[in-house]
C-alpha cells in the first residue's frame, strides 16, 4: 500500500521543524512563526522544476539540499537571519526511496542553515519543488540592490564559474579530471547560501544580491536599482584551480561572467570597510549607468527563462 499524504508528511516533512522563532509547526492548518518587536519578516520564494532546474536522474538527496540553498540565498542577499521556510511539493507518485533522500538532503540543508521546515503542501503531478523562506532583518536595516554608491568596491564572495563548469561536465561537455569534476559537480549539486556573509555585511555593504543568473546579470541589477556604473575587471575574477583546469582560459571567463547557479554574493562595498575573508575585489562603482566589463559595455547577460 503506498503511504498516503498524511503519512507521507509526517513520515518525511515533520522532523525539523523546530526553532527558536518557531511557535507551531507542520500539522495544524497554518505555522505560526514570531518576531521580536524591533524585527522585519524577509520572504522570498523559489521553484525548481524537474527537466529545467535539476535532470529526472539527479540524486534526489542533492535536489533536496540544492531547493533550500537556492530559496536561503536570497536571504542571504538580504543579510535576513533564517526563521523558517515552507515547501510546496509536487510528485508523480509516492517513490519512498526518492522521498527518503529528497528529505535527507532537504534536512541537511535545513540543519545546516538553521532553518526548520514549518509547512507546507503536498499535491500529486510533475515533479517540481517550490520553497519559500522566511527570516528576519532589523527593522532599519537591509542589503538591497539599490545604494550602490560611486567610489564603493564591486566584491563577491568565494570562487565563480563553478556550478557552469559543473553543468558542462553533467552534460558530457567536459571531460574534467576525477578530482576536479568532483570539486565542480559538488559545487552544481550542492551549492551553499552564504548567510554568514550577508548578515556580516549588513550595515557595512551599500547593496547586494546573491550571484543564481550569473555575475553579469546580476551585477547589472546592482547597477539598474542603485542608478550607478558598475565596472568589471575579468582579471580579477576569483577562480578555482579546478575550473582553471580547463584548457580554454576564454572559456572558464565565461564561465565566470555569465555562468548561473553559484549563489554566491555580489555586494558594494565603500572603501572604508575591509573585504571580508574569503571575498575579493573585482571592481568598482562609478557614476552613470550600466554595466562595463574590461571597459566594454554589456548588453547580453545571464539566462532568463522566457
Ligand atoms: P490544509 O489542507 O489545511 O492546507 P494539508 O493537509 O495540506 O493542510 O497539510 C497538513 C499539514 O502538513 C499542514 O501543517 C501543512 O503545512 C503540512 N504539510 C503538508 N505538506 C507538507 C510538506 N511537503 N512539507 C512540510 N509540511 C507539509
Ligand atoms: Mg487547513
Redesign the pocket.
Known amino acids: 500500500m503506498p503511504l498516503s499524504?498524511?503519512e507521507l508528511?509526517q513520515r518525511y516533512?515533520?522532523s525539523y521543524g523546530r526553532g527558536a522563532s518557531v511557535d507551531l509547526s507542520?500539522?495544524?492548518?497554518c505555522?505560526i512563526l514570531s518576531l521580536a518587536s524591533n524585527e522585519r519578516l524577509a520572504t522570498s520564494i523559489d521553484t525548481l522544476v524537474q527537466g529545467v532546474h535539476f535532470f529526472e536522474d539527479s540524486f534526489p538527496e542533492d535536489v533536496g539540499f540544492r531547493a533550500v540553498s537556492v530559496a536561503a540565498s536570497d536571504l542571504a542577499a538580504m543579510g535576513a537571519s533564517p526563521i523558517g521556510m515552507?515547501?510546496?511539493?509536487t510528485v508523480p507518485e509516492v517513490d519512498e526511496l526518492w522521498l527518503h533522500a529528497f528529505a535527507q538532503g532537504m534536512a541537511a540543508a535545513s540543519t545546516q542553515y538553521r532553518l526548520p521546515?514549518v509547512?507546507?503542501?503536498?499535491t500529486k503531478g510533475p515533479c517540481s519543488i517550490t520553497i519559500q523562506v522566511m527570516g528576519a532583518l532589523p527593522t532599519d536595516k537591509a542589503l538591497l540592490r539599490e545604494g550602490a554608491q560611486a567610489g564603493d568596491r564591486l566584491c563577491v564572495s568565494g570562487v565563480l564559474g563553478d556550478a557552469a563548469g559543473g553543468l558542462a561536465i553533467l552534460q558530457g561537455k567536459w571531460q574534467a579530471q576525477p578530482e576536479h569534476a568532483e570539486y565542480l559537480l559538488q559545487r552544481f549539486n550542492r551549492p551553499e547560501a552564504r548567510l554568514d556573509l550577508g548578515r556580516a555585511l549588513l550595515g557595512s555593504a551599500t547593496a547586494a544580491i546573491d550571484i543564481s543568473d550569473g555575475l553579469l546579470a546580476d551585477a547589472g541589477h546592482i547597477a539598474a536599482a542603485s542608478g550607478v556604473k558598475v565596472c568589471i575587471d575579468s582579471q580579477r575574477l576569483p577562480l578555482s584551480e579546478a575550473l582553471q583546469s580547463h584548457a580554454d582560459p576564454e572559456q572558464v571567463r565565461h564561465w565566470a561572467l555569465t555562468g548561473g547557479d553559484d549563489y554566491e554574493l555580489c555586494f558594494s562595498l565603500p572603501v572604508s570597510v575591509p573585504i571580508p575573508a574569503g571575498c575579493s575585489c573585482i571592481g568598482s562603482i562609478e557614476e552613470g549607468s550600466g554595466l562595463l566589463c574590461d571597459s566594454h559595455t554589456v548588453i547580453e547577460t545571464g539566462y532568463t527563462h522566457f
Open positions: 499524504e498524511f508528511i516533512f515533520s507542520v500539522g495544524d492548518d505555522a515552507t515547501l510546496a511539493m521546515l509547512g507546507g503542501d503536498t
